[in-house]
C-alpha cells in the first residue's frame, strides 16, 4: 500500500483546522534494459515486477509470456522505494524497432506524454467468438469487487485501479497505481507472472479510458474494456477498429455501450 501522512490545515467555513491526511505516493522509476536507459516512470512504489512486466508487453518491447525478465533493484531513496531497476531479457527477443518509440521521461497520468509518434497496432481484430457474452449483472458486481479491494484509494482517494476478471466474474488480479496506465501494466504483468493472461477476457478501470488503455487492452488479448468514467473520442474509435467491446460510465447500476454491443447481454 503506498501511502503517506502529510500535515495540511483544513479550511471550512471560516474556520483552520490542522490535519493529518493520507495522500497516495507518487516516486520515480528509472528503468534500465539490457544495460541501456529505457524510460522514467512516475508510478505508485510497490509491485515494480508486475508494473515492469506489463509495460514491456503492453508496449511491444517483449513479448514472450513464458519467459519472464530478471528484475534487480539497484538503487532506493531515503524510504525505501526502488528508484533504479536493472532488467535483462534475451536480447534476440525483443523488438528492437519500438525501443525508441518512447522519450526517456514518460508521466503516470498520460499516456501520450513521453511518446515520439502514435502507436497503432497492426494486427486483426481481437477473435472473441460471437457466442461470447458478458452478462449486465456480472459487470456490475465486477466494479463492486474492484471497489472493496481499492485500499490505496479508501486510505488517500488519490489512486486508480485496474482488474482483471474472466466473463464469468471471477477477479484475476487487481492493482493500484497513481497513474491510470500504470495500473493497467502491472495488472496486465501480474497476469503474465501469474500465467493467467489467457484466462483473463474483461479489463476494468477506475477512471477515464483513452485510446492507450485501449491499445493495452487490445495487446492483452482481452475482448472487454469497462471503465467507471469516460472515453475519450480517439479510445471508441480504436476500440471499434479492434474489435473490442468498449463500456463506460459504469456506476450506479448503468453504462453506455460504445462498441460490438452485441455481445452485451440483456441478463
Known amino acids: ?57 503492453t508496449e511491444d518491447i517483449y513479448k514472450d509470456r513464458e519467459a519472464n525478465p530478471k528484475i534487480k533493484i ?17 536480447q534476440k527477443k525483443i523488438r528492437t524497432r519500438y525501443l525508441n518509440s518512447r522519450n526517456l521521461l514518460s508521466v503516470s497520468s498520460c499516456g501520450i506524454c513521453g511518446k515520439t509518434e502514435l502507436e497503432i497496432p497492426k494486427a486483426r481484430k481481437q ?49 493500484e497505481d497513481i497513474g491510470r496506465h500504470n495500473a493497467v501494466d502491472k495488472v496486465i504483468g501480474s497476469l503474465l507472472l501469474q500465467k493467467k493472461l489467457n484466462q483473463a477476457q474483461v479489463l476494468t478501470v477506475s477512471g477515464r479510458i ?31 477498429e479492434l474489435g473490442i467491446t468498449l463500456m463506460a460510465f459504469c456506476r450506479d447500476g448503468k453504462f453506455t455501450v460504445y462498441s460490438e454491443a452485441q455481445r452485451i447481454s440483456k441478463k
Not at 146 to 164: D, N, W, Y
Not at 230 to 239: G, I, N, R, T
Open 74 to 90: 539497484k538503487e532506493k531513496n531515503n524510504l525505501g522505494y526502488p528508484t533504479l531497476v536493472e532488467v535483462k531479457v534475451d
Open 1 to 57: 500500500m503506498s501511502t503517506l501522512k502529510y500535515k495540511g490545515i483544513k479550511v471550512s467555513k471560516g474556520k483552520n483546522k490542522k490535519v493529518k491526511d493520507v495522500l497516495a505516493a507518487e516516486e520515480m522509476l528509472k528503468i534500465v534494459l539490457n544495460g541501456n536507459p529505457f524510460t522514467i516512470t512516475m508510478r505508485s512504489p510497490g509491485n515494480e515486477e508486475e508494473l515492469i512486466r506489463g509495460l514491456l508487453f
Open 210 to 240: 483513452s485510446y492507450e488503455i485501449v491499445s493495452k487492452c487490445f495487446m492483452s488479448g482481452m475482448g472487454f474494456l469497462a471503465a467507471v468514467s469516460a472515453p475519450s473520442s480517439l479510445a471508441v474509435d480504436f476500440a471499434k
Open 127 to 175: 477473435k472473441t467468438k460471437n457466442e461470447e457474452t458478458l452478462s449486465r449483472k456480472v459487470l456490475e458486481n465486477m466494479f463492486l469487487q474492484m471497489r472493496k479491494k481499492q485500499k490505496t484509494f479508501e486510505l488517500s482517494g488519490g489512486s486508480h485501479a485496474a482488474a482483471a476478471f474472466t466473463l464469468s466474474g471471477e477477479m484475476l488480479t487487481i492493482q
